[in-house]
């Protein structure tokens, strides 16, 4: 029996030590009886090609190896805003569509409500007790960790989500749900087999 690979999506790989946070999911997967696969593992030739270019192959190469994987592993923690990194959430949608389990965690225990109101420079309630941003748009309110698209292909999927709540500092370092996402895996890959 082959040993099932894990997609690890996330943010880290804008981190600077972003090969050592992949080194280190790895080798969580391993002690779990998976193989991590990390996005920096496509070892791309991008050598002479525009930055427009380079983005089109990382983009290409990612989704082959979330497409060469049994399920998927995704860090929600928020980025850069009051929702989950974009290129993870659009993997997620890849792994969703293609049926591959998405399992995910987040580091932050605040849900999206809380975080999209502290994000807006100016709310205000609407007439029927919902609230909108300074923009007169909606903010979504389901008591969820983020987007309800995000939710239903990690619940849909078959998958698991993970939420902890973890200093701010240490969010993109904290690997405790992430781990807690591999005990989920192993035992949902233990009663297929």
Same mark, same amino acid.
């Given at each position: 029996?082959?040993?099932?690979?894990?997609?690890?999506?996330?943010?880290?790989?804008?981190?600077?030590?972003?090969?050592?946070?992949?080194?280190?999911?790895?080798?969580?997967?391993?002690?779990?009886?998976?193989?991590?696969?990390?996005?920096?593992?496509?070892?791309?030739?991008?050598?002479?090609?525009?930055?427009?270019?380079?983005?089109?192959?990382?983009?290409?190469? &990612?989704?082959? /190896? +979330?497409?060469?994987?049994? $399920?998927?592993?995704?860090? %929600?923690?928020?980025? #850069?805003? !009051?929702?989950?990194?974009?290129?993870?959430?659009?993997?997620?949608?890849?792994?969703?569509?293609?049926?591959?389990?998405?399992?995910?965690?987040?580091?932050?225990?605040?849900?999206?409500?809380?975080?999209?109101?502290?994000?807006?420079?100016?709310?205000?309630?609407?007439?029927?007790?919902?609230?909108?941003?300074?923009?007169?748009?909606?903010?979504?309110?389901?008591?969820?960790?983020? &987007?309800?698209? /995000? +939710?239903?292909?990690?619940? $849909?999927?078959?998958?698991? %989500?993970?939420?902890? #709540?973890? !200093?701010?500092?240490?969010?993109?370092?904290?690997?405790?749900?992430?781990?807690?996402?591999?005990?989920?895996?192993?035992?949902?890959?233990?009663?297929?087999?």
């Amino acid at each position: 029996m082959t040993t099932p690979k894990v997609y690890l999506a996330g943010p880290e790989v804008f981190l600077a030590e972003a090969v050592a946070a992949g080194l280190a999911k790895k080798s969580l997967c391993t002690r779990y009886g998976f193989r991590g696969v990390f996005p920096l593992d496509a070892q791309l030739d991008l050598h002479g090609l525009s930055p427009a270019e380079q983005a089109l192959r990382i983009s290409r190469a &990612n989704e082959q /190896l +979330i497409r060469d994987c049994q $399920f998927v592993v995704a860090n %929600l923690t928020p980025f #850069r805003g !009051p929702s989950a990194d974009a290129g993870t959430a659009y993997e997620m949608g890849v792994a969703s569509a293609l049926g591959i389990p998405v399992f995910a965690y987040t580091n932050s225990g605040d849900d999206f409500a809380v975080r999209s109101v502290r994000a807006s420079a100016n709310t205000r309630m609407r007439s029927d007790g919902t609230r909108e941003d300074e923009r007169g748009m909606l903010i979504e309110d389901f008591g969820l960790a983020d &987007n309800l698209m /995000l +939710i239903g292909a990690i619940e $849909f999927s078959g998958g698991t %989500l993970v939420s902890r #709540r973890v !200093p701010p500092e240490r969010q993109f370092h904290d690997l405790e749900a992430f781990e807690d996402c591999l005990r989920a895996a192993s035992i949902s890959f233990a009663a297929k087999r």
